[in-house]
Every structure is written in structure tokens, then in C-alpha cells.
Nanobody, 117 residues
Framework: QMELVESGGGQVQAGGSLRLSCVASRIMFSIFNMNWYRQAPGKQRELVAGISKSMNTDYVDSVKGRFTISRDNRRNTLYLQMNSLKPEDTAVYYC???????????WGKGTLVTVSL
């Protein structure tokens, strides 16, 4: 089993920044591909950003240039730096871990990000 605990969410004005963190309980954190998902009100959950065990990264088009995903394997922690936040970024953000390229094997419970005008 693997526990994932997100933190760093909150309310911020448009144009502001937040950094989300996700701490994993499993010591072999480094073998997992890690992802941030989000689910906005009235929308389906979407993959926002991913970082592979080899440190390759990818982002959904809507956040490219604004969000940065990173990981610190020494601390079993995943990060999402979010800059130039927009109201459209309002969502519950979830940390997820996958052993392969398919669906995540483990999920966090989420942290709420609210971006106001």
C-alpha cells in the first residue's frame, strides 16, 4: 500500500501562486510515475501534469508555461508549482502514483484550490 497526502491548497486571487505538495508513505517512491489530476466543479477529472520516474514531464495544454511539476525522491514528495493562476484552475487537485503508464494505482484525497477574481 501507498498513502498519498496532499497539502498547499487554498484560496488565491487570479494571477497569484500556490505550491502543492504530496507526501508519499512508500519508501520506494522513486519507482513510481507521479501525476497531478484535478476535478473542477461540473467537470470530469483531468490529468494536469505528470513526471516519470526518469524525470520526464508533461502538462495539459491549459497549464503549460504556468505550472511546474517536480519531485524530490529523497523526501518522497511530489510538487506542483502553480503560477499565474486563473479562475479556471479552481478545482480539487489530486496526487496519484502509477507503477506503469496506465491508470494510477494510488490516489490522495485531494486538496482544494480556489482562484477568485
Amino acid at each position: 500500500q501507498m498513502e498519498l497526502v496532499e497539502s498547499g491548497g487554498g484560496q488565491v486571487q487570479a494571477g497569484g501562486s500556490l505550491r502543492l505538495s504530496c507526501v508519499a508513505s512508500r519508501i520506494m517512491f522513486s519507482i513510481f510515475n507521479m501525476n497531478w489530476y484535478r476535478q473542477a466543479p461540473g467537470k470530469q477529472r483531468e490529468l494536469v501534469a505528470g513526471i516519470s520516474k526518469s524525470m520526464n514531464t508533461d502538462y495539459v495544454d491549459s497549464v503549460k508555461g504556468r505550472f511546474t511539476i517536480s519531485r524530490d525522491n529523497r523526501r518522497n514528495t511530489l510538487y506542483l508549482q502553480m503560477n499565474s493562476l486563473k479562475p479556471e484552475d479552481t478545482a480539487v487537485y489530486y496526487c496519484a502514483a502509477a507503477l506503469g503508464g496506465g491508470a494510477p494505482d494510488y490516489w490522495g484525497k485531494g486538496t482544494l484550490v480556489t482562484v477568485s477574481l
